[in-house]
């Protein structure tokens, strides 16, 4: 399990096609000294399980799912991604549940200072996401969602696009101040709202019936 509170940014140094998977590899600084092979990490939302150790570098298989659902395929060399481990048992949490797995990638629509006066270093910022239709149902206006592997909150959404407010520190130690108008993100959704979908859905979904009268002592 993780936070969504990025602890460090790294560096895709390759994707290569493996039978059937890809292998990427990562620079991670103070990141991979601390892993073990087999460990988990999310990788901008993503996680992945950590392969072929060399500080400061680690290696991961994408599986299809992985390929399909995420973005991290469709990244080039010397592109920027937030790095996570999983919280400790007992540790503070800090941002929300996030269990890094991706539901969709959105598409960036801007990235915009809430005061363009403003030193951009001081300032907050605005983050606009297109949400696939898939997983609208799942968005809720101050509610929690994961992007980029970053635990935000919605501050305004239309039924389409989602709204959060950026602060300074999120934009310089994230990948967010690197990515551009159009770029993919990975999204995942609060996991405490989808399982409240799908339980609304179950209950609209039942049919009271003599059967099911006779089964319960009616």
């Not at 969709?104 to 606009?128: I, N, Y």
């Not at 602060?167 to 999204?187: D, E, I, R």
Request: proline share 6%.
């Amino acid at each position: 399990m993780f936070t969504g509170l990025i602890e460090a940014k790294g560096t895709i140094l390759s994707i290569v096609e493996r039978a059937g998977t890809m292998r990427i590899a990562i620079e991670a600084p103070g990141i991979a000294e601390r892993l073990r092979s087999g460990d988990s990490v999310a990788v901008s939302g993503v996680c992945l399980t950590a392969l072929d150790i060399q500080p400061p570098v680690f290696h991961a298989d994408l599986a299809a799912e992985t390929v399909i659902r995420t973005s991290l395929a469709r990244l080039a060399p010397g592109a920027a991604v937030n790095l996570e481990l999983p919280t400790p048992a007992g540790a503070p949490l800090g941002g929300h549940v996030v269990q890094g797995h991706v539901d969709a990638t959105g598409t960036l629509l801007s990235l915009e200072p809430v005061d363009p006066e403003a030193d951009r270093a001081l300032t907050d910022w605005w983050l606009r996401v297109e949400v696939p239709e898939t997983i609208r149902s799942f968005m809720v206006e101050k509610g929690s969602v994961a992007i980029e592997g970053i635990s935000l909150t919605i501050a305004r959404w239309d039924g389409e696009v989602a709204s959060v407010a950026i602060l300074p520190h999120t934009y310089s130690a994230t990948n967010l101040h690197t990515l551009k108008t159009g770029s993919p993100v990975n999204l995942e959704a609060d996991v405490l709202a989808k399982l409240a979908v799908q339980r609304q859905q179950e209950r609209s979904t039942f049919e009271l019936t003599v059967d099911y009268l006779i089964a319960n002592g009616y």
